[in-house]
């Protein structure tokens, strides 16, 4: 079984971001919360991965939304790397869980890197886009210009967009679909351990409450932030990642969990950011 090394990258965070974004106001309602932004890194078979890119803070699109994002101290892809001793270059795939502008806009970082998408979550976003009725899904959430970036690395076939599920993406990694939820098909990297499985969920689910409930709450809390789905499509979602991690919440890594903090070992980085040693 291959064994891969995995590591949360945070490149930058919101410090009082609205708790009604994850929680629909079932869950402190009003109240704001420690939210970070992050990328994930696998390292193992004699290759590195990220899940998710990150954003370009050096593109005025991406950092004017950062900012209307309650967020502050963000970094590039790039720098974040470096942390870590690695650069951009050292990457060679990019799968990417969804098209928000937080997952899909540093592209332009990574000149040699292989992306993996699905097809339906880029020709749905393409079409939407099209249509100024739905412009409040991705005022905040998508940038327009990505799609032209999408379509830039597919002609230059370093695109691959996968249709639906599939497993052995890469040796141990296995690829589910989340439909029309927190969007049209987002991506769930799963990746066996002689441990048991960690499913890389990106935004499907925000935080643990998401998938644990509270003790006044003892239910599944789905996560609306910037749905464009059904939050039934949520909750079942949830009720197949609890099964895959054996209902153990610490193997579900999730992008913007601002929790994790004394859940797993982390060194704090020159840039004033965190690196999390989710499996070593």
């Given amino acids: ?6 590591r949360v990258l945070e490149l930058g965070c919101a410090e009082h971001f609205p708790t009604d974004f994850s929680f629909d106001g079932y869950y402190l309602p009003g109240e704001t919360m420690w939210s970070p932004f992050s990328m994930t890194l696998l390292q193992g078979e004699g290759k590195n ?24 101290n963000g970094h590039g892809p790039g720098e974040v790397l470096e942390t870590v001793g690695l650069k951009p270059d050292d990457i060679d795939a990019v799968i990417v869980t969804h098209l928000h502008w937080d997952h899909a806009g540093g592209t332009a970082c990574f000149p040699k890197a292989l992306f993996y998408l699905q097809r339906e979550e880029l020709d749905s976003w393409s079409n939407i886009v099209k249509d100024p009725a739905y ?26 967009l996968l249709d639906g599920e599939q497993d052995g993406l890469f040796p141990g990694i296995n690829i589910r679909v989340s439909r ?54 949520a909750v079942q979602d949830y009720m197949r990642i609890m099964k895959w991690v054996d209902s153990d919440v610490d193997r579900v890594v999730m992008a913007h969990d601002g929790t994790r903090n004394g859940r797993y070992p982390e060194t704090k980085t020159g840039l004033g950011l965190s690196v999390y040693e989710i499996c070593p």
């Fill in 135 to 160: 412009t409040a899904l991705f005022l905040r959430s998508f940038d327009t210009n990505d799609i032209a970036a999408f379509r830039e690395l597919e002609s230059e076939e370093r695109l691959i």
């Fill in 1 to 6: 079984m291959a064994n891969y090394r995995i």
């Fill in 49 to 72: 991965i990220l899940v998710d890119c990150g954003f370009d803070m050096s593109n005025p699109v991406k950092a004017g939304i950062y900012e209307a994002s309650f967020a502050s």
């Fill in 180 to 233: 029309f939820a927190h969007s049209f098909a987002h991506q769930m990297v799963l990746v066996e351990h002689d441990a048991g499985v960690h499913v890389l969920a990106g935004d499907v689910c925000n935080r643990p409450e998401n998938l644990l409930g509270t003790k006044e709450l003892p239910f599944f809390i789905p996560n609306p932030k910037f749905a464009v789905g059904a939050p039934v499509n």
